[in-house]
């Protein structure tokens, strides 16, 4: 699955037309697949109206309630402004050929199909239409968007000036752009993505979902030594922020990996028992047993650091061979030329990524627009919605959990990349079992009847869970 925007799907709609397929042979498909959803979602038979619009958004609101007169729900239509596409007429017409009714009693229905405005919509909603749409949200009733609640900007996630407030949305053949912004969050009310057979398009982020993560994983190696079985420097936390390394530290040893070295201060840092401590005045001044510098595999650096070092960090960074991940301290201004051509991953929330990379577009063309420029360095842009992405492969994990925004969270998460990047795996794939593994804890969790309350239950949960591998395995929500 994939997200894109509407002049994307626009040209995925075009691109399939040129092969043969048409606009009403795919809304037939929109709605025997939507019936299905919607059959799952008001299990019980039920009082359905459909407010349609003129365009073929009505066209898909029209053949869903086709599909569920035949499986026995109580339908009507209420088109006030008729249909002006001849695909919108000819599912009106089925639907007449069922008995299918018109009404404009829409307080007597249970649930509402909306199908006003889809893709078509263009600026701001007329003033009759608006009407409509308030009057609708305040009947208080369940409503279904088909693929996009009317009045909602597709591309931002905007209202123009307001939008259906439903509680389903069914996104026709992708994610719409716009649905991965908090903004759109309380007009869309759940997205279910309506699968009509589009083939996979040629831009777009791609939907990271547990069966991709299930390929990704590598076999264990029962023979391997601790070395080979994932082996990183962490040089993370300061006085201000010691508990930044023990995140980051747990975060790795409960992903797998075999041996872990700690840049400290001072040699009272409390470390877990499995790491080994390095002192800072002798890493700087490259004095550390090569014995023990040879069995370095990955580096992370930055969380809880603080500002200190900054001119050997980026000489170090700048020199070293071994693949790297960056996170919050470490992501300095003018970091981004001195990694460019790296096996780097970096993991900037937000404000860090306005800190390394100037750009006013929002936050999805930011990070296009980062990859297309940095194509070598894997670029996780945290927050609900992680993205993910090197070069021209692009994803996001589509969870937005509050559960894990709790800080030390991303330390967990920078330490769980550092591991998978120590044990071999590329830098795109490390970020992307990682980020999914760590958004999928706290669903895992509740279904267990635990919860997420503070970033340690992260480790926690990832070992008591049986590892990411098992956590994977076991997903079957997403
Ligand atoms: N294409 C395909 O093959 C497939 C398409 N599919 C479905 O079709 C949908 C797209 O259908 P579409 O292109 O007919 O447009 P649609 O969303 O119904 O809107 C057009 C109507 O909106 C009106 N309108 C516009 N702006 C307005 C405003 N500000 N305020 C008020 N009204 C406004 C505009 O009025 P007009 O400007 O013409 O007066 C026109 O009447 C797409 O979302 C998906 O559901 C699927 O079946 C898969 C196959
Ligand atoms: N609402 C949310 N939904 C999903 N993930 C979130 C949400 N808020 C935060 N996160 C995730 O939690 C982590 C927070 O990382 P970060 O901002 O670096 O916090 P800290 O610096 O305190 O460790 C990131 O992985 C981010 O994607
Ligand atoms: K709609």
Redesign the pocket.
Known sequence: MFVLSSSDIRFE?EKLFSMGQT?LA??SI?GAMSALKFIEDFKNVCKVVAVC????????ALALLYNLKLKGYDCSIYQPWGA??EECRVQRELCRSLGIEETSDLKSADVIVEGL??????????EE?LKLIREINNLNKPIVS???PAGLNSDTGEPQPDAIRAAYTYS?GFLKRGYLFRQSYEYTGKVIVIDIGFPPPENGLKIFTSSDAKTLIKKKDDFSHKVEKGSLLVWAGSKQYPGALRLCLEGALNMGVGMSFSIVEDEFSILPPETIPIAERDFISNEIDEKISKKFRAVLIGPGLTNKRETFIKEFVSKTSLPLILDADALFPDIVDLIKDKEVVITPHEGEFRRIYKNDSDRVERFEAFLEQFPNITLVLKGPNTLVGKGSQKYVVPIADCDLAVAGSGDVLSGMIGALLSTGYDTLTASLLAVFVHAIIPEIARQKNMRVTRSSDLIKLLKALGGFENIIESCDFI
């Not at 619009?53 to 898909?60: E, L, Q």
């Open positions: 709609e606009p795919l809304m929109v619009g003129k365009g073929n958004n009505a066209g898909d002006a596409t405005l889809g893709v078509g919509f263009y600026g701001n909603l007329r239409t088909m693929d996009i026709i």
